[in-house]
């Protein structure tokens, strides 16, 4: 009847009790740890400590009770870390029990504040503490008198191997013989597992454990639940933050050892040896989680159908989409076919609009249109009243749309209403998804400003998702997205103090392991890349081929090109470009494309073959017209107007280039700003030159114009630090200033084309070859 009333108030829920049965047949004991808890306890409720401490210290005792148990270096240390007082007096505590007598812990645990016997304590009977408390003196009470001293020892052991030296590697006994430590047989069946709302704590497991320690055996159910719910919920939200993969595979096979048929134990493998990118491990895993879950008896029963049924659909389905994300699309069609098969034969609805949905997905990897096929999946995970199906959908046929050239307002008037329903269901990561997404269609039309814009708007947005553990929710890859589209805008203005910025906070919320480091990585080596190509560095641009060629294969044969054309190896830039843009064509690779096509117009230019280049830049100024690409389509237009003024007619050029100045100024790159300004000052000086004699006064306004043209290029061009076209800049102002007899000027500009001339040592190419 005492069990029975205990169970009564004892919520094994919220503490980590000490009578209950675990999945492992092991017993939680009164151990040498939950007395240093005890102790501190006491001493928050006996000393006087600052507000701020009194907060950091009640976040840490759920931890403290429910994790497994620490060494006693690790313990003081945690709460060292959040109040030095009070860990200087748990520590004196501990060492008056453990260098006195048997009598000193009796003493302790008499003059323990009960939540019932003293009622001015803040140990309420209903709370963490309190229940921990009376479950802890009730435990005690129950003790033998033999027990009672197997536990005193233990203690003495317990503080004494903190300041004794390790020897041979050996990590000392914490807890005494299991079976003289037996409190009683009573076991608490209710296994539930600790809810996330419940783990409310900014603390996670590697602050709380070293990952050097070794195992310490067999965990409780709870404390294994425990666990294994704060790194899934860590791995999901902030992987930083978990444990590392070796660390965390260590403490998963330690748990499998002792209960290979844990089932949520799998499934956290599982996620393991995803990060690690561990095909072979992570099937494993996923299979023989799912064939726990079967023998366990917790899967149930499902429209009908008995539980190992919906089991083996799943289970299909999610091998289907690992396939997918190893890029095994083969397995990945066949895994998927037999979840669609089972799910038709059960009859469920709900499974098939996610095989569906995996269906699409699918065929976007290999390459083929699956627009009717998102379109059907939309419609029916509307029917069926499944919004985070559908509005995927909707997000997906976005994609698809921007690719194939819709229009923006269509696009963004398709993202509002997945918006709305977003907030209505409180869909904070699709909500993520919407805005990086907007951010990136916004940045391949061309409209920095609005990319910026959502950018901001995301990286400022409060997550809707209650947020443990103290994880900010922004490792996402949504976030990841936004993050390196901001690198990049920054990295077009010269800002690149800021980027550096960026990359590092980039680097540190998603390490090189985790699985959105390639984005990253990928954005890093373009930057790098482009700066060292503007600064005219090309023996350091090209070793960044190889990285960015092992992350993306289109990029790096683009970017090879490119330090071929510099290096006056035409000919192989040439045969690149003809193998990427026939690659390109065929998988619609329009924004490609074009850049393939405006790098080949500039190999005609170094063969003066200006004539040659018009139908290959028309055709690329109609393809970016026609898929709304503006940023592209100006640039497209700056090559039209250079080679119209190496045709001889600077007028038209002139007259073409002020279509395509204001979106350059507005939203392009600072070095397309200057390339465009030079290209305008060369055509000003052009008309100029040519125009009869006459219309002199025409002439000299035309040639003060193009001085001030000039002068706003070189303070683009010096942002970026770029000398090659600076010594440009200086060569025709030198020669513009002395047309018009300004000897001192002309003086002061050749002096300063004649010190970079120097500084750069490399014979500058013809101004008339270049844009």
Request: glycine share 4%; with cysteine; charged share 20%.
């Amino acid at each position: 009847m005492a069990s029975v009333h205990e169970s009564l108030y004892f919520n094994p829920m919220m503490t980590n009790g000490v009578v209950h049965a675990n999945v492992f047949g092991i017993k939680d004991w009164v151990t040498p740890y939950k007395i240093s808890v005890l102790a501190l306890l006491y001493e928050m409720t006996a000393s006087k400590i600052t507000l701020p401490e009194r907060r950091r210290l009640n976040k840490l005792i759920l931890p403290l009770q429910q994790g497994p148990d620490l060494t006693l270096g690790q313990f003081l240390k945690t709460v060292e870390e959040c109040c030095p007082q009070t860990a200087y007096a748990v520590k004196l505590r501990l060492h008056e029990m453990a260098d006195g007598e048997l009598k000193d812990m009796e003493y302790f645990f008499s003059t323990l504040p009960t939540p019932f016997t003293a009622f001015d304590t803040e140990a309420y009977k209903t709370s963490v503490v309190g229940l921990f408390m009376r479950h802890m003196l009730l435990a005690y009470n129950k003790l033998s008198f033999s027990q009672v001293y197997k536990l005193y020892k233990s203690l003495q052991h317990y503080y004494h191997s903190h300041y004794a030296k390790p020897m041979d590697g050996q990590v000392p006994a914490l807890v005494a013989d299991d079976s003289e430590m037996d409190l009683t047989s009573i076991e608490d069946t209710v296994g539930d597992r600790v809810d996330k709302e419940e783990l409310d704590t900014p603390l996670h497991e590697s602050e709380l454990r070293s990952d050097n320690t070794p195992s310490r055996g067999p965990l409780s159910q709870k404390q294994a639940e425990y666990f294994l719910a704060r790194q899934a919920y860590l791995l999901k939200n902030d992987e930083n933050k978990a444990l590392k993969p070796a660390a965390l595979q260590e403490e998963l096979n330690n748990m499998l050892k002792f209960n290979p048929d844990f089932a949520e134990a799998h499934y956290l493998n599982y996620l393991n040896s995803m990060r690690v990118q561990d095909i072979f491990l992570s099937a494993h895993s996923l299979l023989h989680y799912f064939d726990r879950l079967i023998l366990s008896g917790n899967d149930g029963k499902s429209n009908g159908d008995e539980g190992y049924g919906r089991s083996l659909r799943y289970a299909a389905l999610n091998l289907a989409s690992l396939h997918c994300r190893f890029g095994h699309y083969q397995q990945a069609d066949l895994a998927l076919q037999e979840a669609i098969r089972i799910a038709q034969e059960s009859n469920d609805h709900v499974c098939l609009q996610h095989c569906l949905s995996w269906l699409y997905t699918l065929e976007q990897m290999k390459g083929s249109d699956s627009t009717v096929l998102t379109e059907d999946s939309v419609k029916m995970a509307a029917h069926f009243c499944l919004p985070y199906l559908a509005s995927l959908g909707i997000q997906s046929l976005v994609q698809q749309g921007a690719t194939q050239g819709k229009t923006a307002h269509k696009l963004m008037d398709a993202l509002k209403d997945t918006d709305i329903l977003h907030w209505k269901h409180s869909l904070s990561e699709l909500i993520e998804i919407s805005l990086a997404q907007t951010t990136s269609i916004w940045r391949m039309y061309g409209k920095s400003t609005m990319s910026l814009q959502q950018a901001q708007l995301l990286l400022n947005m409060s997550s809707l998702e209650p947020v443990n553990f103290g994880v900010q929710q922004n490792n996402t890859e949504a976030f990841a997205v936004v993050l390196c589209h901001l690198a990049e805008l920054h990295a077009e203005q010269g800002l690149y103090g800021a980027v550096s910025e960026i990359i590092q906070h980039l680097k540190e919320q998603f390490p090189p392991h985790t699985q959105h480091a390639k984005l990253w990585m990928l954005c890093d080596l373009k930057i790098q890349f482009e700066r060292h190509m503007n600064e005219g560095k090309y023996h350091l641009a090209e070793p960044l081929v190889t990285a960015i060629t092992a992350l993306n294969q289109l990029e790096g044969l683009y970017r090879k090109a490119q330090v071929l054309k510099a290096v006056n190896r035409s000919t192989e830039a040439y045969h690149i470009l003809q193998q990427l843009q026939a690659r390109c064509e065929k998988t619609k690779c329009t924004e490609m494309v074009i850049r393939v096509m405006l790098s080949t117009a500039e190999l005609h230019w170094e063969s003066s073959g200006f004539s040659t280049a018009l139908p290959v830049l028309l055709q690329a100024l109609a393809l970016a017209r026609q898929h709304h690409l503006q940023s592209l389509a100006s640039e497209t237009i700056l090559h039209l107007a250079f080679t119209q003024l190496m045709l001889g007619v600077p007028e038209q050029a002139l007259n073409v280039l002020h279509e395509a100045i204001e979106p350059i100024l507005a939203h392009r790159a600072v070095m397309d700003k200057g390339r465009a300004m030079l290209l305008a000052a060369r055509c000003q000086i052009a008309v100029a030159g040519f125009k009869p004699n006459r219309q002199g006064q025409a002439d000299l306004r035309l040639a003060a114009s193009a001085l001030d043209t000039l002068n706003e290029a070189a303070a683009y061009f010096s942002q970026l630090n770029c000398k090659e076209r600076l010594r440009d800049v200086h060569y025709l102002q030198a020669q513009l200033h002395r047309s018009l007899g300004q000897i001192l000027e002309s003086n002061k500009s050749a002096m300063l084309f004649r010190l970079l001339d120097q500084e750069l040592q490399s014979p500058a190419p013809p101004v008339s070859m270049r844009l």
